[in-house]
């Protein structure tokens, strides 16, 4: 929706006003404080060609350790579709982290890293019978399902394997919601989970997702007790069911405030506790965003501003990344990324972010406010905060010509 000429000016004005005072937190162009010194000494230094991605490895060894600290029951199986930067799974392997995986390329990924397949999990319940069939013959025995269909093909593929049923939780309050895509009624999971140990197959446990970047803390109580209502029904007939999988969700920051880890696992503990007594299951967390989101920087160039007519007061700035080439989350505005441009301290300006390739939806942000420096020039390079998650991975192999990202890991 189009703004008017004195909502625009009212908003500039506190933004330029908030950029003068030390203390004051610019709520659309981030604090150049916020950037990592490593991260930024590096793009200082080296001036590599933009658009890349710049991951900080100790940043993302930091977040493992303080889930590892937070919840110290949980076994921690990295989400590799964050970001499969083969330095960052090298590294999580040597930290002892587990491997939630998705396909026989994120596989053949982890396994080429030092992963023992004891340390992956299979955790897409679409799957192909030969890719069960090829994880089983490298030795991965744990697999997820959410159908009547895929356990059949468990049951060919991966005999004797431990299965866990994903079930169907609503994704309120996850700024990245997984839908209705995955999982199935709790009803059906237990009649599929009967029906494994009838397969010959191991039910081992229930697993959930309660959307990424969910900034709902009691979102977990409520899957948390669905998951314990099954445990509950199973063992009626005779089933112990033993693992429960919490999946991702835990979030970056972006500009929102978010509560941090402590609350989240908090949250889950918590929720643990009060569903499932002191006969607590085993207890998988699949963390994506919240290990390597915060630990990366995209560096870009601008490479045209202009504006739409005379009388309008927004400049549309395009950068030389957009959707297509790491920003898909941008898609329906859902993510909204801090953006700073180092260099330029003057007063801020409202602006339509937009990439650079010739397709209409490759537009960033235009009902999000965001405001940028009225000094901003052609060529000055933008950085665009916590963008180590999702990005790299969802980078086009060269749409319109332009390079898929290049991502740094130092
Ligand atoms: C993507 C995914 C995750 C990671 O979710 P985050 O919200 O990024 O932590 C975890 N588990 C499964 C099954 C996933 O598909």
């Not at 402590?262 to 290990?291: C, D, Q, W």
């Not at 915060?294 to 202009?306: F, P, T, Y």
């Not at 301290?345 to 602006?351: D, F, I, N, S, V």
Request: glycine content about 8%; aromatic content about 8%.
């Amino acid at each position: 929706m189009a703004k008017t000429r004195s909502n625009v000016a009212l908003a500039v004005r506190p933004a330029a006003r908030r950029a003068a005072g030390p203390e004051t937190v610019r709520v659309d162009c981030a604090n150049d404080r916020d950037v990592n010194p490593k991260i930024a000494r590096f793009l200082a230094e080296k001036q590599p060609e933009t658009p890349c991605l710049v991951v900080d490895l100790e940043a993302v060894a930091q977040s493992y350790a303080m889930l590892r600290e937070h919840l110290p029951l949980a076994r921690i199986f990295y989400a590799v579709k964050a970001n499969p930067a083969p330095e960052i799974v090298a590294m999580l392997c040597g930290l002892g982290s587990n491997f939630d995986v998705a396909s026989r390329g994120e596989i053949e990924l982890c396994l080429g890293e030092g992963a023992t397949p004891d340390r992956l999990s299979f955790g897409n319940t679409i799957k192909k019978e030969r890719d069960i069939a090829f994880a089983y013959e490298k030795g991965i025995r744990l697999f997820a399902f959410d159908s009547a269909a895929e356990l059949d093909k468990l049951s060919r593929a991966a005999p004797g394997a431990r299965v866990f049923c994903r079930i169907l939780v609503d994704c309120d309050g996850a700024e990245w919601p997984l839908s209705r895509k995955f999982g199935c009624s709790p009803e059906m999971a237990v009649d599929l989970l009967r029906q494994a140990r009838s397969f010959g197959l191991d039910p081992y446990g229930v697993s959930f997702h309660v959307g990424s970047q969910q900034t709902d803390l009691d979102q977990w109580d409520n899957a948390i007790g669905r998951a314990a209502r099954m445990f509950s029904l199973l063992a009626e007939a005779d089933i112990a069911l033993r693992m429960v999988n919490i999946g991702g969700g835990f979030p970056a920051r972006y500009r929102s405030a978010v509560p941090g880890i402590a609350r989240y696992a908090a949250a889950v503990t918590n929720a643990m506790t009060k569903h499932f007594g002191n006969y607590l299951p085993e207890i998988i967390i699949e963390p994506g965003r919240s290990l390597v989101g915060d630990a990366g920087i995209i560096q870009s160039e601008v490479v045209l501003i202009a504006k739409k007519g005379y009388d309008e007061e927004k400049r549309w700035v395009y950068l030389d990344i957009g959707k297509f080439h790491g920003l898909a989350e941008t898609m329906d505005e859902s993510i909204k990324y801090r953006i700073t441009a180092p260099g330029s301290a003057g007063p801020l300006g409202p602006t339509v972010l937009a990439g650079p390739t010739c397709d209409s939806a490759d537009i960033l942000y235009e009902k999000t406010e965001y405001h940028l420096p009225l000094d901003l020039k052609v060529g000055d390079k933008v950085e665009i905060l916590a963008t180590g998650a999702y990005t790299s991975s969802y980078s086009s192999v060269g749409f319109n010509g332009f390079a898929p990202l290049k991502t740094y890991c130092i």
